[in-house]
């Protein structure tokens, strides 16, 4: 009997079975429940509607304003004041404005996300909670609204594609050029409905901002969700989170307990790169499938870059941008708008000297918020106008008018471009 996939482990345990496959329909416990301000209003009415007192563990439940959030408008203040009261009246985990970040970047240094973990959450990007060896995954607000009242979802079990990046990357390509790669091999809908599994020694190496942002675009490949193992990084990641910065709602029981899938799983499929002849990824509109090496981009003018958001709005992600415009200036023709993913890196930046160098190049450093990569605020484009940006989507009118364009990078090829006013790699400035 061939041994089940890291995904079918976490589902089974979940659904009290010693095993499941591909194609079963099952019914799964939750450990955690998200939604945020434009998902979580229609949840809560559906929840209403099922005439249930109370949500099934108010601990396990979280919401978090960040995409119209510090509110844009009085329909956006209507509906965060909706959710605030909700949350309120149920005791449920809420984070509010200064006190909250991008929802995928906030839950895991929250300590919210652990390892061996089922998460659902009204956001397609909920698949980002993959990189701490949890099956998190994005549903309709009507799915949320039952795991709300019920703690438990009812779903197919996806098969696993495993993917193993042999090699060492070069300079500058990280793990948003990996998964730009990846998607522009297989398509936005090479892995639909599916698991992508990551692994490789180019993995291992991998830190966990990278692995987070790989997971984060998982869906962008039509996956149902990314994961990887839990090693001695994540282990890392984990001490250092419930050391410093754990809810005390959270237990840490599950931080320890997922090992490696066995050798004879089978898989659905299996994809192998060598990361070593990659090089940084950029994305031309109007699909993150659409991409090519920065050798091959030629004269792209822009007249926005962002740098952040739930993909690349690590503090990582933002030394590596610092460190490109430190004693630079953005190129006069063009607006940088910097999105630290939450309060907690933000502050970090703030700390390094980072948001000095921002400014002092002539970027602009927003509160943390979903605002510009679904052209909500914050950064819309108007006909015409180019942006190249850090986060995960790049859909016609993505940002705003439907005649515009986005193009998807790296935070250092965001940075190099900023600078030159043109989509340009990092060499292009860095001497």
């Not at 994809?271 to 659409?290: G, M, R, T």
Request: glycine share 10%; aromatic share 6%.
């Amino acid at each position: 009997m061939a041994s089940q996939t890291l995904a079918e482990k976490l589902l089974a345990a979940h659904c009290g079975r010693e095993k499941v496959s591909s194609g079963e329909f099952i019914d799964a416990t939750v450990d955690l429940v998200l939604a945020n301000d434009i998902t979580a209003p229609l949840a809560i009415e559906e929840f209403q509607r099922l005439g249930v007192s109370g949500v099934f563990d108010p601990r396990k439940v979280v919401m978090v304003p960040d995409h119209f959030c510090p509110n844009k408008d009085i329909q956006s203040a209507e509906q965060a004041k909706f959710m605030r009261e909700f949350a309120k009246e149920q005791g449920l985990v809420y984070f509010e404005v200064g006190r909250m970040g991008i929802e995928h970047v906030l839950l895991p240094e929250q300590g919210l996300v652990l390892p061996g973990q089922v998460i659902v959450g009204a956001d397609s990007h909920t698949c980002t909670y993959g990189a701490l060896g949890a099956f998190a995954t994005g549903m309709g607000s009507t799915d949320i609204a039952v795991a709300m009242a019920t703690g438990e979802i009812w779903m197919k079990v996806p098969p696993t594609i495993k993917f193993i990046y042999h090699g060492k990357p070069p300079k500058w390509v990280g793990g948003k050029d990996l998964i730009l790669y990846t998607i522009g091999d297989i398509g936005v809908d090479g892995a639909l409905y599916s698991v992508m599994e990551f692994t490789g020694e180019a993995i291992d190496e991998l830190d966990m901002d990278g692995r987070f942002t790989m997971a984060n675009m998982a869906i962008e490949a039509g996956a149902k969700a990314g994961i990887f193992y839990v090693d001695g990084k994540t282990e890392e990641y984990l001490h250092h989170v419930i050391a410093n910065r754990v809810s005390p709602v959270i237990a840490r029981s599950e931080a320890t307990k997922q090992s490696q899938s066995n050798e004879d799983v089978q898989y659905a499929g299996i994809n192998e790169y060598d990361v070593s002849k990659i090089e940084p990824q950029v994305a031309f509109p109007h699909l993150p499938s659409n991409t090519k090496p920065i050798s091959q981009v030629g004269e792209i003018t822009l007249d926005q870059v962002v740098i952040g958001g739930c993909t690349n709005g690590r503090i990582n992600d933002l030394r590596i941008a610092a460190g490109i415009l430190k004693g630079r200036k953005i190129h006069a023709d063009l607006r940088c708008i910097i999105l630290p993913g939450s309060q907690q890196v933000y502050l970090e930046a703030l700390r390094e000297g980072l948001i000095e160098i921002f400014i002092e190049a002539g970027a602009v450093v927003s509160t943390p918020t979903c605002g510009p990569c679904l052209g909500g605020h914050m950064g819309v484009l108007a006909a015409g106008e180019r942006c190249l940006s850090t986060t995960n989507r790049n859909f016609i009118g993505r940002m705003g008018s439907p005649e515009s364009e986005v193009y998807l990078s790296n935070p250092a090829v965001a940075a190099a471009s900023a600078v030159l006013g043109r989509i340009a790699g990092p060499e292009e400035v860095i001497d």
